[in-house]
C-alpha cells in the first residue's frame, strides 16, 4: 500500500512543452468535434465557435513566441528554417480565417463554412506539427523542452488571467 507523503510515490515526471502543447491541440480537436455535432443537431455553435477562436490564438501565441523562436535558435540545420517558414505561413491563413469569423455574423451560413475550413487547416497543422515540427524538436539536443514547458505555462497563465 503507498500512503500519501510517505516517499513511495512514483515521481511526477513533468510534462515536457511538446505534451503541453498537444494537450492544447486535443482540446481544440474536442471543440472542433462539439462544433460538428451541435451544427448537426441544428443546435447553438456560436460559444464553441467563440471558444475554439480563443483556444487557437492563444495556441498561435505559445508557438509563435515561445515554442517555434526555441527551436530556431537551438537548430543547426538550415532545413529546419525552411520548415519553420512553412509553420508561420500555415498559421497566418489560420489568423486570418479566424479573423473572419469573428467578424461575421453568428448566425450566419458564411461562418459556419469558414469555421468548416478553419478546423481543416487547424487539422492539417496540428498532424503536421505532429509529424514533422514535434520530432524535430526533439532531436535537438541544445534544446530543453521541459524548461520551455515552464515557459510556456506561465505564458498561457498570463493570457488566462487576462480574459
Known amino acids: 500500500m503507498i500512503v500519501a507523503g510517505s516517499g513511495n510515490e512514483a515521481p511526477r515526471r513533468e510534462l515536457d512543452a511538446i505534451e503541453v502543447l498537444m494537450q492544447d491541440q486535443r482540446e481544440v480537436e474536442c471543440l472542433l468535434r462539439e462544433f460538428e455535432y451541435l451544427h448537426t443537431r441544428r443546435e447553438e455553435t456560436d460559444g464553441v465557435v467563440k471558444t475554439t477562436c ?8 505559445l508557438s509563435t513566441e515561445i515554442f517555434l523562436p526555441a527551436i ?56 503536421d ?11 535537438l539536443e541544445r534544446l530543453d523542452l521541459v524548461s ?9 497563465s498570463e493570457m488566462l488571467a487576462q480574459i
Open 54 to 61: 480563443a483556444e487557437l490564438k492563444m495556441h498561435d501565441t
Open 129 to 139: 506539427a505532429e509529424t514533422q515540427v514535434f520530432p524535430q524538436a526533439k532531436k
Open 72 to 127: 530556431e535558435e537551438a537548430a543547426c540545420e538550415p532545413g529546419l528554417a525552411n520548415m519553420l517558414a512553412a509553420v508561420e505561413d500555415a498559421q497566418q491563413d489560420i489568423r486570418d480565417l479566424i479573423a473572419r469569423i469573428e467578424h461575421a455574423d453568428t448566425d450566419s451560413v458564411e461562418r459556419d463554412a469558414q469555421f468548416r475550413v478553419l478546423a481543416q487547416h487547424v487539422e492539417r497543422q496540428f498532424h
Open 148 to 156: 520551455l514547458a515552464d515557459r510556456i505555462k506561465a505564458r498561457k
